[in-house]
């Protein structure tokens, strides 16, 4: 009887490990899937709002820039065949301070260089965006305490006013001793112009990535419901909606929620069901 009970007690304690296990593998994840693709739709938003609006590539309007980033421009002229080059300084990392790098207009603290580069002014169609960051750039990103290394290249193809395809290639987040890698084929759309600059428009995400965790799992990701990007002060640092499914290489396959509340609130929160049952993951 007791070696029955004993061998009850060691199944349950391996299906509760191997169950928390499964758990913490689909949350690390989701969290890294996410952490990186809003960075990266962030970078993009950026990057072309300096596009778009700087006199060399386009016109004059408010940036989307902090005004502690220094731009440079490497070739000022598309009349040589290969475009034009800048990149945006966000300064060195500060290991000593309170606050490690600058703040930016989504509320995260960046450091680091990022290099652009628009083969026609944004204004001309068709034309494509590229940004490149290597190891080399040391560009992080963070609350300005916890800072995380981000490496990769995007492409965005413009073809029309309002939806471009976007590419991201070798992207990754370094952070804890692990690294988080990360790729990914969308479209994105904008939905509605507020008129005034960057200020307050909408975006939707929708296509497919894949990754692998800082764990070592890897997975893959597609949109279920697009996801819903506010360039509004408070906002800019999430999605404030949309669904996803992603499945690792476990064969395990889970639904993420950017809007759990059916609100769109600006709250970095979004949920996880696996198994059925519901996980909450706050972003930084």
Same mark, same amino acid.
């Given at each position: ?55 060399? @590539? ?12 220094v731009v440079t421009?490497?070739?000022? @002229?598309f009349t040589d065949?290969?475009?034009? +080059? ?47 960051? =290597? ?45 988080? =890698? ?25 296509? @497919? ?5 800082a764990n070592g799992? =890897? ?29 690792? =290489? ?12 059916? +609100? ?21």
């Amino acid at each position: 009887m007791r070696g029955s009970l004993l061998i009850t007690v060691v199944l349950i304690m391996v299906v509760t490990s191997s169950c928390k296990k499964e758990v913490q593998e689909s949350l690390q994840s989701v969290e890294d899937n996410a952490q990186i693709e809003t960075e990266f739709a962030q970078i993009y938003e950026v990057v072309s709002d300096y596009a778009a609006n700087d006199p060399l @590539t386009g016109k004059t309007e408010e940036y989307l820039l902090p005004s502690g980033a220094v731009v440079t421009f490497t070739d000022t @002229t598309f009349t040589d065949g290969d475009g034009v +080059d800048f990149m945006i300084d966000y300064g060195p990392l500060n290991h000593s301070g309170s606050n490690k790098g600058i703040l930016c207009k989504d509320g995260r603290y960046r450091a680091g260089v990022i290099h652009a580069g628009i083969t026609a002014p944004w204004s001309q169609l068709p034309c494509t965006l590229t940004v490149a960051i =290597s190891a080399a750039n040391n560009y992080y990103v963070g609350n300005g305490t916890k800072m995380y290394k981000i490496t990769g290249a995007k492409s965005v193809q413009r073809t029309s006013d309002t939806s471009y395809t976007v590419i991201v290639t070798d992207a990754t987040l370094q952070r804890d001793n692990n690294t988080a =890698s990360w790729s990914s084929t969308r479209t994105v759309t904008r939905t509605y112009d507020a008129g005034s600059g960057w200020l307050n428009d909408e975006y939707t995400i929708v296509g @497919t990535a894949s990754g692998i965790n800082a764990n070592g799992v =890897s997975f893959t990701v597609a949109t279920v419901t697009p996801l819903l990007k506010k360039l509004s002060l408070g906002c800019m640092s999430t999605f404030v909606a949309g669904e996803l499914v992603l499945t690792n =290489s476990n064969g395990k396959t889970f639904a993420v929620n950017y809007d759990p509340d059916n +609100d769109r609130a600006c709250d970095k929160k979004l949920t996880v069901t696996i198994n059925g049952k519901t996980y909450t993951v706050t972003l930084w």
